[in-house]
């Protein structure tokens, strides 16, 4: 399992998911996790990305198996998060490369590109807030005066069971997911979790959005309850080139709801703008 390492930084560790013929040099497509996740929410997409794309999927600082010795009040920051993310494109070479992210992965992805046009080939956006906006902010406090306090009063596996069963997946259409679900998010580091809501509570890429000029593909679902009909028009008002897809479901787990579809979206936005064709022989 590969790890991005640097002097005075965390850790970063990521997987590689390479099914395309040796002798090609594959383009690189990153699939970066969102809020308190890891890496390997990602599997149900990887059957149909790898055998066209080197598909890399880091976890994000404090969270999977990257790292934890940083200080969460002055090392957990949009400007570190970027400053992994760039550092991770470089230690794997040949950018720019494709990067797809769900929920804060997609802000994430939107500020990179922004701020580093040069690293980004294409970028697609899955479930991605603009912010989060006050009602979103009072229902995830779950009866508590924030979203933090009610992670640190409840407990990770008793907020995020009540949380997700009514905004992230429905508790009774696959069971197992959902179970799954909860546990591998409560088994990641609940102080980075906590630490990792407050910055998504405070973040807006509102200002970053003008400057995004890599083709985007918005992935959302009909009527989102964490992202919103002003926020996509905000979206397409700001982005010049963006195809914005929605997927049945007010739900925001898009990505493990509709895998197949996202997947496939995404692969054929990616080869669009590679100009290869993804269909085996």
Known sequence: MP???RANQPAIHYVVDDFTDPWRNAPVLILQHGNGRNGRFWYRWIPYLARHYRVVRPDMRGLGQSGQNFDLKRELTLEALIGDLSDLIAELGNPPVHFCGESMGGILGCVLTALHPELIRTLTIVATPVFINDDMKKRYSVGHGSRTEAMQAMGTRAWVEA?????????DQEPELFRWYVDEYSAGN????VAMSALVNAASM????P???APVLGLYPTQGQITSAEQEDMLRASIPQIEMVHLPTSF?????LHARECATRT???CARHDGIAVTEP
Do not use: E, G, Y
């Not at 609940?190 to 979790?193: C, E, H, L, R, S």
């Not at 509102?206 to 959005?209: G, I, M, Q, T, V």
């Open 163 to 171: 949380t997700t069963k009514v905004t992230r997946l429905p508790a």
């Open 206 to 209: 509102r200002d970053f959005l």
């Open 211 to 213: 400057r995004i000029k």
């Open 252 to 256: 925001h787990m898009i990505h493990l």
């Open 267 to 269: 692969l054929a936005h």
């Open 3 to 5: 790890f991005l390492t």
């Open 190 to 193: 609940a102080d980075v979790q």
